[in-house]
Nanobody, 123 residues
């Protein structure tokens, strides 16, 4: 079973940038970043699979960039101009089988999840 290891800073000042990294212990086909606030549904931020063509959620695409490594087992997230409303638990997810590009942001299709990183944005 592939395991995901997330890393990055957990506290960010408003207006600053967030950088998170996720490394998979084995081969994956698709990887993505999601976040969740207690009491609210999990929301997708960005995802990419082996074709290296990311998909971004509309509400963050102006502020988010994801990148992968050559091996394809790492997914980095950068989010700029953070606001207190970006405070959430951020999760990395992966799946072994490829999916249609239009489904990349559907969290229910991901089979492996990281433990999550709590990100707090202070004003």
């Amino acid at each position: 079973q592939v395991q995901l290891r997330e890393s990055g800073e957990g506290s960010v000042q408003a207006g600053g940038s967030l950088r998170l990294s996720c490394v998979a212990s084995g081969l994956t086909s698709a990887m993505g970043w999601f976040r969740q606030v207690p009491g609210k549904e999990r929301e997708a931020l960005a995802a990419v699979q082996s074709d290296r063509r990311p998909r971004y959620a509309d509400f963050v695409k102006a502020r988010v960039t994801v990148s992968t490594n050559v091996a394809g087992n790492m997914l980095n997230l950068q989010m700029n101009r953070l606001e207190p409303m970006d405070t959430a638990m951020y999760y990395c997810a992966a799946r072994a089988a490829p999916i249609n590009r239009e489904d990349l942001l559907r969290d229910e299709l991901y089979t492996t999840w990281g433990q999550g990183i709590q990100v707090t944005v202070s004003s």
